[in-house]
């Protein structure tokens, strides 16, 4: 496996030096989706969606291109899609994808990887790239790394 671009090692160290200084939830996803999105192509969006008590997917937090998609119910698009089937999708091309919703017309590919503590989905992390088939199996591996990071902080 290639060598990640993102260092999920150096996020999560950073999300548990911030949860130990008391941030808040909210605080901690930004955190995630800004040091993620930072480290360049191609991650060029990154959205933290939480799961709610009314199973929709509720936009806490962003880096990128602003999206009208800030409540998704679990099923509607490829990031509800994720939580109905409890699994992570790696959409290579998003315009074959006849339920994507686009968040931005220069997206080409999508991650979407669960959030999990245990059997419980508590949210996800949404990468929109502009690359084709942006995200390798190293990225996937890095993203989910923050992913489970994030799921003993939150
Ligand atoms: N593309 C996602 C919607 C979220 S926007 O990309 C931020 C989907 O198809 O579910």
Redesign the pocket.
Same mark, same amino acid.
């Given at each position: 496996m290639n060598k990640a671009v993102l260092n999920s090692a150096s996020v999560a160290r950073a999300l548990h030096a911030a949860f130990c200084r008391d941030a808040s939830r909210q605080e901690l996803l930004q955190l995630a989706a800004t040091k993620i999105r930072a480290s360049g192509s191609p991650y060029t @969006?990154v959205?933290m969606?939480m799961l709610n008590d009314s199973n929709e997917l509720v936009?806490e937090a962003?880096d990128g291109t602003p999206?009208e998609?800030d409540r998704?119910l679990v099923g509607?698009?490829?990031?509800?899609?994720a939580v109905q089937e409890g699994r992570d999708l790696n959409i290579r091309d998003?315009s074959a994808?006849s @339920?994507?919703?686009?968040?931005?017309t220069e997206?080409q590919s999508?991650l979407?990887v669960l959030i999990r503590r245990n059997d419980d989905v508590l949210g996800q992390i949404?990468v929109?790239s502009d690359e084709p088939a942006g995200f390798d199996d190293a990225e996937e591996t890095a993203v989910r790394k923050v992913a489970d990071a994030l799921a003993t902080l939150l």
């Open positions: @969006g959205y969606y936009l962003f999206t998609h998704i509607q698009g490829i990031c509800g899609r998003v994808d @339920g994507y919703l686009a968040c931005s997206t999508e979407v949404d929109d």
